[in-house]
């Protein structure tokens, strides 16, 4: 019974460098979201997977910033040209099903730092 | 735009004390969630309120949704040490079921001993 995993847990890069992070949901949990968390802040919605429909993107915040989700399953975060307003922890959340009652479970988070 | 403001953003108290955080918005939310975050760590639920006027219990933690479900409050009494954290309410998307979270930008408390 693994929880949401997420890799790396770090990454340090340089602007103007592309990053993929990673999300490993809970087995089973059809909906999927990226936030994306500066210190000791609340949590910035990115984007939204719900099994196969088209996922809400109305988060992202520049066209730098894609996901996908392979085989309803792992997720991807890609960020192209980074830029040190990128730095941030960036957290995902799977959950059984869409629905504003149900529980999102949330990873660890990738914490980013664009030098 | 649905923003929900928490207050106050930062507490810190001595053990044994009682504290009470608001989150307020001027929308009207089909639910209310809050979460604890420990640091390194992710969000972990703390309770879901979905009727307006609700008051939810779980131990020493008082959870209550406004009558008009635009506000809610966590109350803690006697706080201790692991109370110490991050504490965050997320409001569930009034206009569709999506699950999408609409976050505060949370009140950190920390309880000294």
């Known amino acids: 019974g693994a929880g949401v995993s997420q890799s790396p847990s770090n990454k340090v890069t340089e602007k103007g460098k592309d990053v993929e992070l990673r999300c490993d949901p809970i087995?089973?949990?059809?909906?999927l979201y990226w936030y994306r968390q500066s210190l000791g802040q609340g949590l910035e919605f990115l984007i939204y997977?719900?099994?196969?429909?088209?996922?809400?993107k109305s988060g992202l915040p520049s066209d730098r910033f894609s996901a996908e989700r392979t085989g309803g399953s792992v997720s991807t975060l890609t960020i192209q040209r980074t830029q040190q307003e990128d730095s941030a922890v960036y957290l995902c959340a799977s959950s059984l099903d869409s629905g504003s009652y149900n529980e999102q479970f949330f990873g660890p988070g990738t914490r980013l730092t664009v030098l | 735009t649905q923003l929900l403001e928490q207050s106050p953003q930062f507490l810190s108290i001595q053990e044994g004390e009682n504290l009470t955080v608001y989150c307020n918005s001027s929308s009207v939310f089909s639910s209310l969630q809050w979460y604890r975050q420990e640091p390194g760590e992710g969000p972990v639920l703390l309770v879901t309120?979905?009727?307006?006027?609700e008051v939810k219990k779980l131990k020493r933690l008082t959870f209550q949704f406004g009558d008009a479900r635009k506000d809610s409050s966590l109350h803690i009494t006697a706080a201790q040490t692991g109370d110490t954290g991050l504490y965050l309410c997320a409001g569930g998307s009034g206009s569709s079921n999506t699950g999408k979270l609409i976050f505060g930008q949370g009140t950190t408390l920390q309880v000294k001993p």
């Open positions: 309120v979905v009727t307006g006027g």
């Open positions: 997977f719900q099994g196969n429909s088209a996922p809400d």
């Open positions: 087995s089973g949990h059809t909906a």
